[in-house]
Each structure stands twice: as C-alpha cells, then as structure tokens.
C-alpha cells in the first residue's frame, strides 16, 4: 500500500472518495504513532489538531528509553517491535515520531510492514528549505540522530548545495522531562551546544528531537532573532493528512475520535511528565506487553 498513489482518476473512488480497494475496515483504523517514551507527544498533538476527526494510537516505548544513545541495530529492532504493537490493533498508518528511529529506522521499516509509514526527518528538512534565506541550516538532536547523517541525507537530496551543520545536544532530554525549560541552568547548556552552529552562521535551526520544541524559548532566546527555528511536527502531520488524502484513507466518521495511550513501562511516570508536554491530564494509559 505504501507506494500506491489511488485514486488518480474519478471513477477509481466511491462515493465516500476513496478508491474501491480500500475498505471500510481500513479508512476507520487508527493512525498509529510511537516514540521512545514521551516527547513523541509534540508530534500527537499536532496531528490530533491537523485531523481531529482521526481515531490516534499513540505508543510510547517507556520501557527502552532512552533511543538517543542506542546502536541503530538496537533502535531498528524496538523500532519494529513497537510498529508490531500498532499493527496488531489495526493502525492504517504508522507515524515514527522519534526523531532517533526515523533516522535509523524509516527504511527497515517500510520495507517490511502493509501501511504507509511517515517520520519527521523528511519533513524538517522540507520544512527548513522553506525557511532559509543562507541555505546554512544547523540541526540539533540525539547523539543517534546526529552520527545517523539523516537530516544531512535529507536535506541535501531536495538542495544538493545547502550547507548543513549538526550538533547533539543530549541534556535537552532530561531538561525537558524535568520541566526545566527555562531559567539560567538550560541557557547555559543551550549556549555551549549551540556555540558552534552561532559560529558557522545559520539562520535556520532545525528541532530535530521530540523534545526540544520544549526548550524553544530558550533555544531561541540564546539563537536570536536571525535564527528561524523549524519544530518538523507541523509538517508531519501535513505529511499524514496528504497521505492519507490520497491513499483514500481518510476517516468517514464524525464527532469526537478515539485518543488512546499505551506504554510498555510505568504509565504513571508517562502520565506525569505527559502533562508537560500535553498542557492536559491523560486519563487510562494502557500498559502493554512487548
Ligand atoms: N524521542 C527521541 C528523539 O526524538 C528523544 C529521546 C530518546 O533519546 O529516546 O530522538
């Protein structure tokens, strides 16, 4: 399914505008979306706004976080375990919020499962072209996405002569799972990760990690005002909406849609430090086996 474009032609649809191929069953599963742990939750929230009709699963890998700092064998592996937990509750797309397993995973993943899969590399880089002015773009994210050269990769397959240059920023995670997004302690960490790309003259500044669009204040207070900063949630779930749109597989139901939550490890933990990201309270997080 993930390479088909249907749909091209009017008399390929029904009359709910999706292709005869596509059934019912299908259009009503969930979007599937999974993250190392919490901070996948930036990118629910902007496809739960983008498509607030969509039924959402949403996992996060509790028990195997933190991916950052992991071999992209072991990332790959979790990777597919977790789209295995989707599947088996009949996910029709699966979005890999992670920047980490997006960056080590995308393709295993693709090649081995039925439904279209979405990361966020593709669409921050996409995001941060439209943004530059220098075509100097720095990228900050795990040591893993980081030494994966994926934002490099992508960036440079839509503009062969842009300049990109990275920097991992490892204590951003714990600052924003400890609510310490602001003050003197995250300033003085933000300046020392990003000193080098300040130097190398950016003006675009990709997020590249789940959590930073925490820390965006900072980030940008200490970037300054010629720095546009690029959080590629936004765009993936305009990635999701399109697919969706023209694979025929956009939900048919009305009024409110099913949110649901799981883990593989200490929901409550989830739960708390989900309200950071949230704004909101999570109620019935499901604890799952993997
Ligand atoms: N979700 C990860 C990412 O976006 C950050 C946390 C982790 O290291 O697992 O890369």
């Known amino acids: 399914m993930g390479n088909k474009t249907a749909g091209d032609h009017p008399q390929d649809v029904d009359a709910f505008g999706a292709p005869p191929n596509v059934c019912r069953a299908q259009r ?3 979007i ?4 190392s742990g919490v901070g996948g939750l930036t990118v629910f929230q902007a496809v739960a706004a983008r498509l607030p009709d969509e039924p959402i699963v949403y996992l996060g890998d509790t028990a195997r976080v933190p991916y950052g700092t992991k071999s992209p064998e ?3 592996r979790y990777a597919q375990s977790c789209a295995g937990i989707l599947l088996a509750r ?8 992670c920047n980490t397993a997006s960056a080590f995973a995308l393709d295993a993943l693709r090649a ?4 279209p899969v979405i990361g966020v590399v593709e669409p921050g880089a996409r995001a941060a072209l439209g943004r530059t002015r220098n075509r100097r773009i720095g990228v900050i994210g795990t040591s893993g996405t980081v030494s994966s050269g994926a934002y490099l990769r992508a960036i440079r397959a839509l503009s062969p002569d842009s300049e990109v240059f990275a920097q991992a920023c490892p204590l951003f995670v714990p600052l924003a799972e400890e609510g ?12 020392e990760y990003l000193r080098p790309l300040l130097n190398n003259a ?9 959590h930073y669009p925490l820390l965006a204040r900072t980030i940008g207070a200490v970037s300054g005002p010629g720095v546009t900063l690029v959080d590629s949630a936004a765009e993936t779930a305009q990635a999701v909406a399109a697919t969706l749109e023209d694979l025929g597989l956009r939900a048919q139901s009305t009024g409110p849609a099913r949110r649901e939550f799981l883990v593989t490890d200490a929901p409550e933990v989830f739960t708390r430090v989900a309200k950071r990201f949230l704004d909101a309270e999570l109620h019935n997080v499901e604890w799952v086996d993997f």
């Open 112 to 115: 081995s499962v039925e439904v």
């Open 180 to 191: 310490w997004t602001e003050g003197e302690v995250p300033r003085a960490v933000a300046r």
């Open 32 to 35: 599937g979306i999974f993250d």
């Open 202 to 210: 950016i003006d675009t500044l990709i997020l590249g990690c789940t």
């Open 90 to 97: 009949g996910v029709k797309l699966l979005v890999v919020a």
């Open 28 to 30: 009503e599963g969930a």
């Open 74 to 76: 072991t990332v790959v």
